[in-house]
């Protein structure tokens, strides 16, 4: 008797990871750690980090199952290690989807953008306002109080602004190395 094995042939055009790719991401949730770690400055509920530039810089140059896996598991690891885990679960499910939000302007059509473009820029302002709404509600639930979250947003938009920042300078140093 014969087995036989049937090769299933599945669309997945931004879920395919190779052992490449899974060391690539395992790079970055490394480096997003440490990044969130490293310079933690004191904002109400939390902390502001550089976390979220290199989540930003690993979904424009890898995509974002890579920018997902690294900012979800990254971050929501540093959160733990840095005496937030009451954050954990919220940091997981922002960070892992901000990177899908920043994929959706970076490529379109399958063409790439450049770092200084309208799409790009437009990319990481609405994952990263995505974030600061995120940890505002959540701020809200975890504090039962709408006053704590909203408390939260001034510290986070100035995070988000300094990230944009860095992302844009890094992104744009990689981009010139890369061609």
């Not at 306002?129 to 509600?137: D, I, K, Q």
Request: proline share 3%; hydrophobic share 55%; glycine share 10%.
């Amino acid at each position: 008797m014969e087995l036989r094995q049937k090769k299933i042939d599945v669309q997945r055009s931004w879920l395919n990871i190779g052992v490449l790719q899974m060391c690539i991401t395992a790079v970055f949730m490394a480096l997003t750690c440490i990044a969130t770690m490293i310079i933690q400055i004191p904002i109400p509920l939390g902390y502001a980090h550089l976390g979220d530039s290199v989540i930003l810089i690993c979904t424009f140059f890898f995509g974002p199952a890579a920018g997902a896996l690294a900012g979800g598991i990254g971050s929501a690891m540093a959160d733990i290690l840095s005496g937030y885990a009451v954050w954990a679960l919220p940091t997981l499910l922002i960070k892992t989807l901000m990177p899908v939000i920043a994929y959706a302007f970076f490529r379109q059509r399958e063409w790439k953008c450049r770092v200084f473009s309208f799409k790009s820029i437009a990319g990481a302002v609405a994952a990263l306002l995505f974030m600061t709404a995120g940890y505002v509600v959540f701020g809200a639930v975890l504090y039962g109080s709408a006053g704590a979250g909203i408390a939260s947003a001034p510290g986070l938009l100035m995070k988000s602004a300094v990230n944009l920042a860095v992302y844009l300078f890094v992104a744009a140093g990689i981009s010139k190395v890369r061609n």
